[in-house]
C-alpha cells in the first residue's frame, strides 16, 4: 500500500491528476454547505430522517439536498439525462449509429448536457413545491422573484457540478460523477457514526450487528462480482515469414462477472426517485383525480415492498443494459480474425461472436443477480430490524466499495502504462 502511494507520488503528473481530483472534491463539498437562504434547517433534517426516498435523493446530492444548498439536486438530472439518451440509442438506429463513432458520442454528450438544465429546473422545482406543500412549515410562501432565483440558483449547481465531474474523468483516475456520489456518501459517514453513538442503546445491539454483519456482507459481495471473471482461450496462428516466425501464442480475453461497476446502481435509484419526484408536481393539482394519483404514487414507492421490487428489478435489468453498451462481441470477433487469433473450437467470425455473446449473457446473469440482490439486502434487513438507516447505509456502501475499485484499478493502470513507457 505504501508502495504504491509512493509511486504515485513520484509520478508528477499522476500526482498531479490525484491532488487536482481531491481539490475539485473539496471544492464540491464546500458548495455542500452554502445554503440557499428561507428554510427551517432543523425541519428539513427532519424530514428526510422520516422519508426513504428522501434519504436516497439526499445521497446523490452529497448531503447537499438536506441543508438545501446551491447543489441541492446533485448531480441526479444530469445522471436522468444520460440515462434517457442511453434509452433512445436502443429504439432509434440513427442514435445507436452515432454511440459507435467518436464524432457521434461527442454530439450525444452535448445533447445530454442541454437536457440535463430543463431536467435541474424541474426537479428543482418539484423539491421547492414539496417543501412548500409539507406539514412541518419548511419553505415558507415566497415571492415569485425570490422562486425563480431559488429555481436558477439550484439548477446552476447542477451544471457546475456537472462541469467539476467531467473535469475529475479527464485526469483518468476515476468517474467523475460516481467520486461526487462518493464524496458526498463518505462525508456523511462521521456524522452517522457519532449519531449511532449518541443514541445507543443496548435494546438495539442487536440491531448494530445486524448493521455490521450486512456491512461485512455488501463489501465481500461486491468485491467478489466486481473482481469475478471468465477467461477465453485465445490462439494467434503461427506466420512465417521469411526466416522468421510469428505468433503461434496462448492468451485469454477475460469476461467479467460485472462489466457496468457502480453504473446499474445509480441508474436504478435515478429511475426509482423520477416518478415521486415527478408527482410532486400534481399534488396540488385543481382536477382532482389528477391530485389523487399523484398522492398515490408518492405513497406507493414509499412502501417498502414495491420499492424494494422495483429497486431490484431496475438493478437487475440496468447490468445487462449497460453491459450490452459496453460490450460488442461483433467487435471484438472481428478484431481477432483481424490479428490472427481465435477461440479453439469455435470458427472465426460470426460463430466467435455468438459464442462471446452467449457466454457473457450467463456470466452477466449471474453478476446482475448477485448485484440486485445486495442491493436489496439492506431493505430486508430494515424489515426485519426496523432501522431507518440500515436502507440508505447499505447502498452508500454499495456505491462506495464499487467506486473505489473502480478508481483503485484505473490509477493501477495508470502506474502499470508508466513502467511501460520506462521500458
Excluded: C
Excluded at 79 to 85: E, K, P
Excluded at 88 to 117: C, D, F, H, Y
Amino acid at each position: 500500500m505504501l508502495d504504491k502511494l509512493h509511486q504515485i507520488w513520484k509520478a508528477k503528473d499522476l500526482r498531479n491528476s490525484v491532488l487536482f481530483v481531491l481539490g475539485m472534491l473539496v471544492i464540491f463539498r464546500l458548495a455542500a454547505h452554502i445554503p440557499v437562504p428561507g428554510v427551517d434547517a432543523v425541519a428539513l433534517k427532519n424530514l428526510f430522517a422520516s422519508n426513504q426516498v428522501l434519504g436516497l435523493m439526499n445521497i446523490f446530492s452529497g448531503g447537499g439536498m438536506e441543508n438545501f444548498s446551491i447543489v441541492l439536486m446533485g448531480i441526479g438530472p444530469y445522471i436522468t439525462a444520460s440515462i434517457i439518451f442511453q434509452l433512445l440509442g436502443m429504439i432509434s438506429p440513427k442514435i445507436e449509429e452515432m454511440q459507435k463513432e467518436e464524432s457521434g458520442r461527442q454530439k450525444i454528450n452535448m445533447w445530454t448536457r442541454w437536457a440535463t438544465v430543463p431536467l435541474a429546473a424541474m426537479q428543482a422545482y418539484g423539491m421547492i413545491t414539496l417543501l412548500q406543500g409539507s406539514s412541518q412549515g419548511i419553505l415558507g410562501d415566497i415571492s415569485t422573484f425570490n422562486f425563480i432565483s431559488i429555481i436558477i440558483t439550484i439548477s446552476a449547481g447542477t451544471i457546475f457540478l456537472m462541469w467539476i465531474g467531467e473535469l475529475i474523468s479527464e485526469k483518468k483516475v476515476g468517474n467523475g460523477i460516481s467520486l461526487l456520489i462518493f464524496a458526498g456518501i463518505v462525508a456523511a459517514f462521521p456524522q452517522q457514526i457519532q449519531q449511532a453513538i449518541v443514541s445507543y442503546d443496548q435494546t438495539q445491539l442487536f440491531t448494530f450487528i445486524g448493521f455490521a454483519v450486512i456491512a461485512i456482507l455488501t463489501v465481500v459481495g461486491v468485491v467478489i462480482i466486481n473482481e469475478g471473471q471468465r477467461n477465453i482461450p485465445v490462439q494467434y496462428a503461427r506466420q512465417i515469414r521469411g526466416n522468421r516466425t510469428f505468433g503461434g501464442s496462448s492468451t485469454h480475453l477475460p469476461l467479467r462477472v460485472n462489466m457496468a461497476g457502480v453504473i446499474p446502481i445509480i441508474f436504478a435509484i435515478s429511475v426509482v426517485l423520477f416518478p415521486p419526484m415527478i408527482a410532486q408536481f400534481f399534488v396540488q393539482a385543481r382536477t382532482a383525480w389528477i391530485a389523487n394519483l399523484a398522492t398515490n404514487v408518492i405513497a406507493l414507492f414509499n412502501n417498502q415492498l414495491f420499492y424494494g421490487i422495483v429497486y431490484f428489478l431496475l438493478v437487475f435489468a440496468f447490468t445487462f443494459f449497460y453491459t450490452e453498451v459496453v460490450f460488442h462481441p461483433d467487435r471484438i470477433s472481428e478484431n481477432l480474425q483481424k490479428q490472427g487469433g481465435f477461440i479453439p473450437g469455435i470458427r472465426p467470425g460470426k460463430p466467435t461472436a455468438e459464442y462471446l455473446s452467449f457466454t457473457a449473457h450467463r456470466i452477466i446473469f449471474v453478476g446482475a443477480l448477485f448485484l440486485a440482490l445486495i442491493a436489496v439486502l439492506p431493505l430486508v434487513m430494515q424489515y426485519f430490524t426496523g432501522l431507518q438507516s440500515l436502507a440508505i447505509g447499505g447502498t452508500s456502501l454499495l456505491i462506495v466499495v464499487s467506486v473505489v475499485i473502480e478508481t483503485v484499478k484505473q490509477i493501477q493502470s495508470q502506474l502499470t502504462m508508466r513502467e511501460y513507457d520506462g521500458l
